[in-house]
């Protein structure tokens, strides 16, 4: 089995910041690109930002320079530090990887549960 767990959402004013991480636990052989969605209420889930395992990223053009994934390998988790938040950055945030099970031998994909991101006054 492998989980993945996200933690850091909160509520937060404009312009203030956050950091999410997102652990991924179980049998893990290896981990290539992980991803963090996020999901505004009426609005379909759209991608955020990726990472690939030797750490090249893209992010969408309207947290570009505002967001920054990264990956610690070691400890199968990824992060999305989030800056100069604006209320439209309100949304469930998921982390998405793509994974290699030690059982399986094959990618899969991954979800975790989502943690809430509100940015207001």
């Excluded at 993945?4 to 991924?24: D, K, Y």
């Excluded at 395992?53 to 967001?67: D, H, I, M």
């Excluded at 070691?74 to 604006?86: C, D, G, I």
Aim: with cysteine.
């Amino acid at each position: 089995q492998v989980q993945l767990v996200e933690s850091g959402g909160g509520l937060v004013q404009p312009g203030g910041s956050l950091r999410l991480s997102c652990a991924t636990s179980g049998s893990i052989l290896s981990i290539n690109a992980m991803y963090w969605y996020r999901q505004a209420p009426g609005k379909q889930r759209e991608l955020v930002a990726g990472i690939t395992s030797g750490g090249s990223t893209n992010y969408a053009n309207s947290v570009k320079g505002r967001f920054t994934i990264s990956r610690d390998n070691a400890k199968n988790t990824v992060y999305l530090q989030m800056n100069s938040l604006r209320p439209e950055d309100t949304a469930v945030y998921y982390c998405n990887a793509h994974i290699i099970q030690m059982s399986t031998m094959t990618i899969n994909d991954y979800w975790g549960q989502g943690t809430q991101v509100t940015v207001s006054s």
